[in-house]
Every structure is written in structure tokens, then in C-alpha cells.
T-cell receptor, first 111, second 113 residues
Framework: AQRVTQPEKLLSVFKGAPVELKCNYSYSGSPELFWYVQYSRQRLQLLLRHISRESIKGFTADLNKGETSFHLKKPFAQEEDSAMYYCALKGGSSNTGKLIFGQGTTLQVKP | DGGITQSPKYLFRKEGQNVTLSCEQNLNHDAMYWYRQDPGQGLRLIYYSQIVNDFQKGDIAEGYSVSREKKESFPLTVTSAQKNPTAFYLC????????????FGPGTRLTVL
């Protein structure tokens, strides 16, 4: 079964602390994984994708096929990082574009 | 202003009534999607369409129907058969079905009274 699990509903850290939002997936084949973010009163938007191996707003995520994980990390959290974060897996038997989302993690960065 | 629009922002419905949620995009995207967002459950795919006049069921299609008569429009009807329709509904689109990025609308919050 294709599945994405985000074990933490809420992650609360202080400004300047490191952040790691966990994401585990279940998928047979080569997965394509993404992190989407929803800031308060804004639309859900793509943060980063594993294919690009990019760093966006200081966030990085590495695909670990052995552990079937795609955790999102940032060394020093900022208050403006407070948002809902969703990990997503491109699913389906062919290139349908279907995304399978995790349950989401709310990141709260305290001053 | 380009992008995806959804209307209305808030919608109230009596039990037993059908209701249609609008989703329009002027991005010239081929693929469009409807998701349902519930607290603690993330986003779940209701229906998707990869091209005009074609659509497929997602993971939770029961009680919903869609049409894709025009490239820019993908309305979702929540029928009386949907047992628990109160939720936040998100529409999204992507350039083509193989595209990695989906662009989301602002959402419609449906409440059944």
C-alpha cells in the first residue's frame, strides 16, 4: 500500500533551535517525495521536492530509501517558519500526478 | 490575476441537499484535482482529471461527482449520499499529469447544518 506517515501532529520549538519534521513512506518502486507548507491564511504551496535536492528557506530534506524516510530539517528555526507542513508522495501506477499526503505536522516556533 | 480560484469561501447546506463547489484556473493547466482536508487526516484525493472530458476517482469518491467540460473548470458536486460532507475542500492543478508540482486554490469550507 502507498502511504505517508507524519507521526507528530504538533512540533513546538524555540526560535533558533533545530527543527526536524518526520516523514515516513510506504511505496514499492522509486518514490518521488515532496514537502508542502501552508502558512496562516495562505494557500498550500510546494516547499521542496527530493529530486531537486534544493534548500528552500533554509530547509532541506534527504530521501533515505533504507529507512523509507524523508524528514524535513532546518538548523535554526525562525518564527516565520510556523505553519502546517505536509509530506507528500507521488502515487499511482503510472504518471497520474496523484499525490498521497501525510496527516500534517503543525510547527510552532516560539520567540 | 492568474491562479486558481474557488468559490464560495464558505458554504452552508442542509442535510439532503446537493451542493456544487466551483474551481477555476487560468494557468492553462491540463490536470486538476479535488482534495478534502480534515483535521488529523491530511488531504485525501476525491477526484482528478488529467485532460478535458476525462476524470478518475480518487481515494474517497463516494458521494461526490465532478465534470470537466472545459480545461479551466473542474466543479465538484457534494451529493446527499456523502455521509459526512462537512470539511474543507481544496482544488489544485498542475501543468500536466506528469508534473511534480500542484498549485492549490484557497479552499471552500462546507458545513452541513
Amino acid at each position: 500500500a502507498q502511504r505517508v506517515t507524519q507521526p507528530e501532529k504538533l512540533l513546538s520549538v524555540f526560535k533558533g533551535a533545530p527543527v526536524e519534521l518526520k516523514c515516513n513512506y510506504s511505496y514499492s518502486g522509486s518514490p518521488e517525495l515532496f514537502w508542502y507548507v501552508q502558512y496562516s491564511r495562505q494557500r498550500l504551496q510546494l516547499l521542496l521536492r527530493h529530486i531537486s535536492r534544493e534548500s528552500i528557506k533554509g530547509f532541506t530534506a534527504d530521501l533515505n530509501k533504507g529507512e523509507t524516510s524523508f524528514h524535513l530539517k532546518k538548523p535554526f528555526a525562525q518564527e516565520e517558519d510556523s505553519a502546517m507542513y505536509y509530506c507528500a508522495l507521488k502515487g499511482g501506477s503510472s504518471n497520474t500526478g496523484k499525490l498521497i499526503f501525510g496527516q500534517g505536522t503543525t510547527l510552532q516556533v516560539k520567540p | 490575476d492568474g491562479g486558481i480560484t474557488q468559490s464560495p469561501k464558505y458554504l452552508f447546506r442542509k442535510e439532503g441537499q446537493n451542493v456544487t463547489l466551483s474551481c477555476e484556473q487560468n494557468l492553462n493547466h491540463d490536470a486538476m484535482y479535488w482534495y478534502r482536508q480534515d483535521p488529523g487526516q491530511g488531504l485525501r484525493l476525491i477526484y482528478y482529471s488529467q485532460i478535458v472530458n476525462d476524470f478518475q476517482k480518487g481515494d474517497i469518491a463516494e458521494g461526490y461527482s465532478v465534470s470537466r467540460e472545459k480545461k479551466e473548470s473542474f466543479p465538484l458536486t457534494v451529493t446527499s449520499a456523502q455521509k459526512n460532507p462537512t470539511a474543507f475542500y481544496l482544488c489544485a492543478s498542475s501543468i500536466r499529469r506528469e508534473s511534480n508540482e500542484q498549485f492549490f486554490g484557497p479552499g471552500t469550507r462546507l458545513t452541513v447544518l
